[in-house]
């Protein structure tokens, strides 16, 4: 029998899991702004964590697809 396959490595889970919080509770555009932006790199740098703006406006726009690979209920 196959095993379920976890898409979102282990290290990200927690980062996976902070954005959706952020979104839930409305803040998520307080915290990733251009204060963190790496202009370079087109990535948010939040406490040795990146994340491109394309991935975090994806997750933005489909919180509920991201949350089913983490566990997070809203």
Known sequence: MDKMVKIIEPEY???????????DNGN?????NDKI??????SYELN?????VEML???KANPNHYRQFIGVKK
Do not use: Q
């Not at 998520?28 to 990733?32: A, K, L, S």
């Not at 932006?37 to 087109?42: D, Q, R, S």
């Open 48 to 52: 040795g964590d990146g994340i491109s």
């Open 37 to 42: 932006l790496n202009t370079k790199t087109n």
């Open 28 to 32: 998520i555009d307080e915290v990733f």
């Open 13 to 23: 889970d927690e980062f996976l899991a902070l954005i959706i919080r952020l979104i």
């Open 57 to 59: 406006n994806d997750i």
